[in-house]
């Protein structure tokens, strides 16, 4: 079997890390050949990629610094018949695309979660125009891009908004659920709350279940643990978008393979993230849900489930 290897930027940042942890652990139940190694102190990717291609491997996924300076490193490699797939970042080598794994697309989501929450506003007696108020959690990964996007969704739908962007909240669930009390007592005509990950949709929906269903709001967001869905399954919130970083690192693992394997792949991979409605309508009753996305369960993991269940220093 083919051996396929991770390449990491030296004191790799968190997504990095996520990707190669879910790539490695894809690999482990294929009982497949894997190593992820990290870039020397002071060494270019564009370095790293010449080093290993000489050392020799299979495959290889990037994780780019430079796209430029890349380029040349990949050809360099392919020229060795080393295949090669990047994370996120396009590259293109000996003036041919390098295959890139990205992910969904964030408008179009945040769309169809705002769709969901205004049509369950209007049942819970709401307006659907608004107003909304969109949060998410400071520090966690793109939480501040996937709110941007919802926020920008509101606005092209003519939607009424409460404040001049999307609110960060420094804290945990309930600091997350707090703001949304305190801006429902503000202003009780407040109709939907979205959110751009798992702490602030949590906290947002484990409130929301919890107030008389005249002063309800609804609640839709980005989640990127799978067993967060269950929220959106028992119709406590509206929708949610499976937005997960494994996938790209599974994904790029799996789409090395088949390059290894003298197959072909799609120069743009895109990494599924359907949205996922509510059964019912608006639920309540009391609910108390606390999971940290960050020890959710890797095993069994599938970035391709979602989609087909969710409708509209080396280590070796």
Known sequence: ?????????????????????????????????????????????????????????????????????????????????????????????????????????????????????????????????????????????EADRRAGALFEALTRAGIETIGDGPQAVAGGQYDVGNLVLERLKERPELAMVLTGDDTSFLGATIERSELPEGTGVTVAGFLVDPESFVVVEESFASAAAFADDRGLGILAYRNAMTLATGETVPDRIVVPMSVQRAPGPPAFGRLRFDLNPQDAPLEGFDPTEREKTAEPKDEG
């Open 1 to 141: 079997m083919p051996r396929i290897t991770f390449l990491l930027p030296n004191a790799p940042q968190t997504q990095p890390l996520i990707w190669k942890e879910a790539a490695q652990l894809d690999a482990a139940k294929q009982n497949a050949l894997f190593t992820a190694r990290t870039a020397g102190e002071g060494e270019s990717m564009a370095d790293f990629v010449r080093r290993v291609s000489q050392e020799g491997t299979a495959a290889m996924v990037v994780v780019v610094d430079d796209a430029e300076a890349l380029g040349p490193a990949i050809a360099e490699a392919r020229r060795r018949g080393i295949a090669v797939v990047t994370i996120l970042e396009p590259v293109t080598a000996g003036g041919e695309p390098v295959p890139v794994v990205v992910r969904g697309d964030y408008k179009r989501a945040a769309e169809e979660l705002i769709e969901a929450a205004a049509s369950d506003a209007s049942k819970l007696g709401k307006s659907a125009e608004g107003p909304a108020l969109v949060v998410y959690t400071k520090d966690f990964p």
